[in-house]
């Protein structure tokens, strides 16, 4: 079972950044792709940012601009930068690694934008 952690969540200021990480257990080369979902208060869970293992990547309108994927496959790791935080990026984010067949989801890490 393939275990993925997150980290690096927790409370900014507005205008401010933060970079969460995500571990996998094992090598994330064999997933066709690696995202990050978040999911607000009373809201469903939404996608935020996808990396393909050929590395490309797509963004939801909302980030667009302002949060950056990446993927370093040697340390089966998964970055994403986050600038100009706003309060409405408030949510549990989520990381996860997906092939044709299946897909694993992280516990999430908590990121609050607020003064």
């Known amino acids: 079972q393939v275990q993925l952690v997150e980290s690096g969540g927790g409370l900014v200021q507005p205008g401010g950044s933060l970079r969460l990480s995500c571990a996998a257990s094992?090598?994330?080369?064999?997933?066709?792709?690696m995202g990050w979902y978040r999911q607000a208060p009373g809201k469903q869970r939404e996608w935020v940012a996808t990396?393909?293992?050929?590395?490309?990547?797509n963004y939801a309108d909302s980030v667009k601009g302002r949060f950056t994927i990446s993927r370093d496959n040697a340390k089966n790791l998964v970055y994403l930068q986050m600038n100009s935080l706003k309060p409405e990026d408030t949510a549990v984010y989520y990381c996860?690694?997906?092939?044709?067949?299946?897909?694993?989801w992280g516990q999430g890490t908590q990121v609050t934008v607020s003064s």
């Open positions: 094992e090598s994330i080369s064999r997933f066709g792709y």
């Open positions: 996860k690694a997906g092939t044709p067949l299946t897909s694993y």
């Open positions: 990396v393909t293992s050929g590395g490309s990547r």
